[in-house]
Nanobody, 122 residues
Framework: QVQLVESGGGLVQTGGSLRLSCAAS????????MGWFRQHPGKEREFVAF????????YYGDYVKGRFAVSRDNADNTVYLQMNSLEPDDAAIYYC???????????????WGQGTQVTVSS
């Protein structure tokens, strides 16, 4: 089993930046595709980005493409989400997830963190 803990959320102004971290324990994340998802109040959890096991490939949801960047440090067992040019619609709880398949869907990920809140003021 792998345990995931997100950090780095907070309050930022529109146009600002945040960097989320996801620290893993229990197993090496090199075994997993690592994903980021977010959830707005009352909405389904939606895909943000994933990065393949080696970090060679990344994939983003259309609404964050060009503004967000996912990266990983397998030696440090940590995944990151750099978020730039933040917009009010980016405000959500952000979740880190680990899975075996490089797919942009919730069901592909078996391990989840508890989430970190991102708030964007207009």
């Amino acid at each position: 089993q792998v345990q995931l803990v997100e950090s780095g959320g907070g309050l930022v102004q529109t146009g600002g930046s945040l960097r989320l971290s996801c620290a893993a324990s229990g197993r090496s994340i090199s075994r997993y595709v690592m994903g980021w998802f977010r959830q707005h109040p009352g909405k389904e959890r939606e895909f943000v980005a994933f990065i393949t096991k080696s970090g060679s490939d990344t994939y983003y949801g259309d609404y964050v493409k060009g503004r967000f960047a996912v990266s990983r440090d397998n030696a440090d067992n940590t995944v990151y989400l750099q978020m730039n040019s933040l917009e009010p619609d980016d405000a959500a709880i952000y979740y880190c997830a680990a899975g075996l398949s490089a797919l942009p869907i919730v069901g592909a990920y078996g391990y989840w963190g508890q989430g970190t809140q991102v708030t964007v003021s207009s």
